[in-house]
């Protein structure tokens, strides 16, 4: 995976633009340490498909009982 400044990123943008279509991914680093801050990746290689619950997927699913508050409620409960 390549890297670039954000100096580089602004002056090289329509280059940068090309090799991600090409299906590079870039990832564009800021400062003197060089921190990682964004990934430039190809629009098809990112998911929408719906991400899976994960570690708790098996505990069941989450219900919610009637959470409806009347007014009087409402500002009873400050």
Known sequence: MKTV???EFKRDLPALLDEVAKGASIV???GRR????A???PY???SSAP???GL???R???SFHDWEMSDDEFLASH
Do not use: D, H, M, W
């Open 5 to 7: 400044t954000i100096a």
């Open 44 to 46: 098809e290689s990112v």
């Open 56 to 58: 708790l997927s098996s």
């Open 34 to 37: 060089r921190e990682n801050v």
């Open 60 to 62: 069941g699913k989450p």
């Open 39 to 41: 990934i430039l990746a």
């Open 28 to 30: 564009v680093q800021r």
């Open 51 to 53: 991400r899976p619950l």
